[in-house]
């Protein structure tokens, strides 16, 4: 999981910061949004057509074929956020220069 990086710049020596209330509000979206907070006792694959107990799994991909178990919608809404993240992290990069200073007596 990466960390939502902020678009703003707040000093000028530093370029890219992290929003810290961004990123606890993108790890609460994706808490929010777990397999588990389901009421349902299991909860079936797309991909292979299983039935899983949600005791047995851990983490939020089937144990048997790999797919992600949360809905298409909030897997598209992680999707955005991490594209949203990138692209902040290209406008905002920051280039770095070498320079070496000789001094003869």
């Not at 209330?21 to 006792?41: C, G, L, P, Q, V």
């Not at 897997?75 to 200073?101: G, N, P, R």
Request: aromatic share 10%; hydrophobic share 30%; glycine share 4%.
């Amino acid at each position: 999981m990466k960390l939502l990086l902020s678009c703003k710049v707040m000093l000028p020596t530093m370029l890219l910061i992290s929003d810290l209330s961004n990123a606890t509000d993108f790890e609460k979206y994706i808490k929010a949004h777990s397999i588990h907070k389901r009421t349902s006792k299991y909860v079936g694959c797309p991909e292979c057509g299983s039935r899983l107990n949600l005791g047995y799994i851990r983490g939020e991909k089937c144990p048997l074929c790999g797919t992600d178990l949360r809905p298409e919608s909030s897997i598209e809404k992680i999707k955005w956020y991490d594209k949203k993240a990138s692209e902040c992290a290209k406008k905002y990069k920051q280039e770095f220069w070498l320079a070496k200073i000789e001094y003869h007596c």
